[in-house]
């Protein structure tokens, strides 16, 4: 009778305690303190679960509404999003052009709180479902070791395309995409064993992009529309370290120039003669392919001088029909007599946006804090600088997604120091919706992660090769060299 008198004891003071706590909920008039920031973005039909995280919370409450249904979801300081109820639940809502309602209870140091609601925007616009990008230490001093990886975006499945511990720890550029095509791109890798690897129609081959009277090889590159050719930057390129200033490195040309490689020919078609003898860096073709954007500064004449270097973007025609580069460059913005400097510019495939960075000066934005992507309506000429979206870490390295209506691109907007790829949605009116970081299956992956993404790109599809594939190139197949094709030019444009 003492035993049962003792339990029945306890759950009369236990019991009423445990409901208390369960129903004494402050409503707070705040949204929820959750990490990464997901509060009211819009989303693609076909992006993997958005989890998320309170750090401090001992226990979870969310509930996911769409159409009258609502998905329940439980966890300690974590929500993961069943991969399969998630995809049921976006598609309900991009179907009926509805946002998902994201309620978010939470108990911190024995008491609940229920935060204000926000809610998730689902548009059918899908987004390119890979990506690519360069994982590498965000330092300066060394590095060891370098990887390109191709993530499914719309899960969590993630690959290694290239590892230089499998290339005798050479240098690996990133990886770049022509059309958003998985059988069409191309990197640099440096070293003996290196080249220019190029992925064309699912043949990989290996080009030494270097000849007589060339100022270095390759470097910045974009395809032409067509897959026959690609412009390239040749950069001499100098680092310095600030004494002064709260940055930590600058690179910068101490020369750099244009060049066109006939991809059909192993032939360069090199800048053409009589224009003055300026830096030229970051071609990208025109959407139609009539065309190549580039950044143009003039030559520094001292080593202080470089808080004074600022690049404009210049236009300068291309007939892809006889391979022969135009006669006339023109200034598309004036950015060094703004006291600004543009770099990265990007044309979207439909032919309407050039998006573009912009700094205080120089040539090397992503150790840049007040780096900013900007974006010029071709058609109006008017630009954009995107206030909306811009963070005070470095916003830099953007691509499009292959319908335009999308772009992803690399931010330390997050701790200042890693660069982590952000996805932003441009609807069909032209307006910018907030920008939200790559989902991971465990939230809390980017505060322990010490690789920075460099070179966020998008694609339509898996690409043809991976890391064994690149080791054998490296270690078994020679580079094939090019030859060069003379042009003259005439007339620098206003």
Known sequence: MRLTQFILLFFLLVLPNACREASDITISD????????????????????????????????????TRGETLTLKGRNKIRIPLRKWRSLIIKASENQQVITVSVRARIQGQWYEYQPFSWNVTAHAVDPYLSYRLIEPGYEVWKSIQL??????????????????????????????????????????????????????????????????????????????????V?????????????????LEVYDQASDLVIVDLDQNRIIPFPEGFPVEFRTFPVFSAQGDAVYYCNAQQLTVPDSIFHLRYDLLRIGFDPATGTWGNR????????????SVCHPKTSPDGKYLMYTVADYGTFPIWHQETDLWLLNLATGETD????????????????????????FASKRDDGLYGKPYFCYIDPEGNVHKPFVLPQKD????????????????????????ATDIERLYKRVPAENVSIKQQVGHEQGI
């Open 30 to 65: 705040t949204l929820p303190p959750i990490y990464p920031d997901y509060i009211n973005v819009t989303i693609p039909v076909n992006i993997a679960p958005l989890n998320f995280m309170i750090t401090e919370a001992e226990a979870l409450d969310v509930g996911l509404t």
């Open 385 to 408: 600088c995107l206030a909306d979206i811009n963070s005070s870490y470095s916003d830099t390295y953007h691509s499009w997604s292959s319908d335009s209506r999308w772009f992803v």
């Open 232 to 248: 390239y930057s040749t950069n001499l390129v100098l680092p310095g370290f600030h004494s002064l200033k709260g940055e930590r």
């Open 329 to 340: 460059a023109d200034t598309v913005v004036r950015a060094a007599a703004s006291g600004l």
């Open 149 to 230: 990886a191709e993530r499914n975006i719309e899960n969590f499945g993630e690959r290694i395309i290239a590892d230089n511990h499998l290339t005798e720890n050479s240098c690996m550029n990133c990886h770049t995409y022509g059309n958003q095509d998985p059988g069409l791109s191309f990197f640099h890798m440096r070293g003996p064993g290196g080249g220019t690897v190029l992925n064309r129609n699912g043949e990989l081959r290996k080009l030494n992009i270097f000849t007589e009277g060339m100022i270095s090889p390759v470097v910045y590159g974009n395809f032409h529309p067509s897959g026959r050719y690609a």
């Open 443 to 466: 939230p809390d992956m980017y505060r322990h992660t010490l690789k920075s993404y460099n070179i966020p790109e998008l694609s339509r599809g898996k690409l043809p090769f991976g």
